[in-house]
Each structure stands twice: as structure tokens, then as C-alpha cells.
């Protein structure tokens, strides 16, 4: 049996496409009207969020943050600083995965915390790479060096997380939820 269903990888696909393609057509107008990087991890940990608690499996978030990296790169072959948004899929994985999938998604204050937790450390990581790799140094002395870049970056894990965690309380509450175990 294969780990990822055709269901799962239709929720990978959807979600890497909405991160992807925003990314790469209104992010980069965000970010030249206002200078700051929130919108991207806004959509990127919304996107995240919505996938894994659709799928809850291992490797989920690290193959939407892959997926959307080749979109990204399929419209801007320049925007090489996504690569630390891949880096944040993973981890993002990853802690979603220490913490428990029941934890997140079914106890909700717990999994509010914890989500909000891998959002913003997640975030943080991406705020580092790219401050650290692939800003100009103009650009960071503007925002306070790479902690800065790395503070606003966390900013985008929070709105992303209250996104993400709003529209998965309405989805279930809308009777919107997968049966577990069940193709």
C-alpha cells in the first residue's frame, strides 16, 4: 500500500499550487509596495497548515514546501531565496510531527499553540536563510540585520498561523472533515 493516497497527494498538490503560484504573482508586488515579507509566510503557513491537517502524515508539509518551490521557480528562476522557504517546510514537518497530529488538529488550544509555535519557529528559519543568504545588505540594514529579517519573518508565522487555524476551525465546523483511514 502506498504511503500517500491519490487523495493526499491531490490536497499536496492543491495547497503547494495556492502557495506557489501566490508567491510568485502577488508576493513579489507585496513586497515591493511595503518592503516587508510578511505575505509570503502569511500564505506559505496557511497553506501548510490547511495540507497537514488534511493529511496528517510525515512528509506532507516537506513535499507541499518542494512542490511550491518548483512553481515558484517555474515563474521566477531568480527567486532563489524561496529555497528557505523549503527549508521552513521541513521543519515545519517535522515539529507538526513531534508534536502529534491529534495534539494539533484535534485539542484545540493545545493545537493552537503548538501550530502557532511551528509557524513562528518555522518562520524563523526562513527569516535566517534568507537574511543570512540571499538579501542584499542595504535591504537588512533597513529592517536590523538578519534578526530583524528574522523578527519579520516570525510576524508572517503568526498571521499565517491565524489563518491557517481560522479556516481549519470553519472547515470543521462546516462538517468538513476526512475520515481517517478511509480512501
Not at 127 to 143: S, V
Not at 146 to 167: D, K, P, Y
Amino acid at each position: 500500500m502506498a504511503y500517500f493516497t491519490v487523495r493526499d497527494f491531490v490536497a499536496i498538490a492543491l495547497f503547494a499550487a495556492l502557495w506557489g503560484i501566490l508567491n510568485a504573482t502577488l508576493a513579489p508586488i507585496i513586497f515591493n509596495m511595503f518592503g516587508i515579507p510578511v505575505f509570503c509566510d502569511m500564505i506559505g503557513f496557511m497553506s501548510l497548515i490547511l495540507a497537514v491537517w488534511w493529511v496528517r502524515k510525515l512528509g506532507t508539509a516537506s513535499v507541499v514546501g518542494i512542490v511550491a518551490t518548483i512553481i515558484n521557480f517555474i515563474f521566477r528562476p531568480g527567486a532563489t531565496h524561496f529555497l528557505g522557504f523549503t527549508a521552513a517546510s521541513v521543519v515545519f514537518d517535522l515539529l507538526i510531527w513531534i508534536f502529534r497530529y491529534n495534539n494539533c488538529f484535534e485539542k484545540r488550544f493545545v493545537g493552537a499553540v503548538f501550530l502557532i509555535i511551528a509557524s513562528v519557529v518555522s518562520a524563523a528559519v526562513a527569516g535566517f536563510i534568507i537574511g543570512t543568504f540571499f538579501m542584499a545588505t542595504p535591504q537588512l540594514a533597513k529592517w536590523g540585520g538578519v534578526l530583524g529579517w528574522v523578527v519579520l519573518h516570525m510576524a508572517g508565522g503568526v498571521v499565517g498561523w491565524l489563518l491557517g487555524f481560522i479556516l481549519v476551525v470553519s472547515l470543521e465546523s462546516r462538517g468538513l472533515r476526512k475520515v481517517w483511514g478511509k480512501t
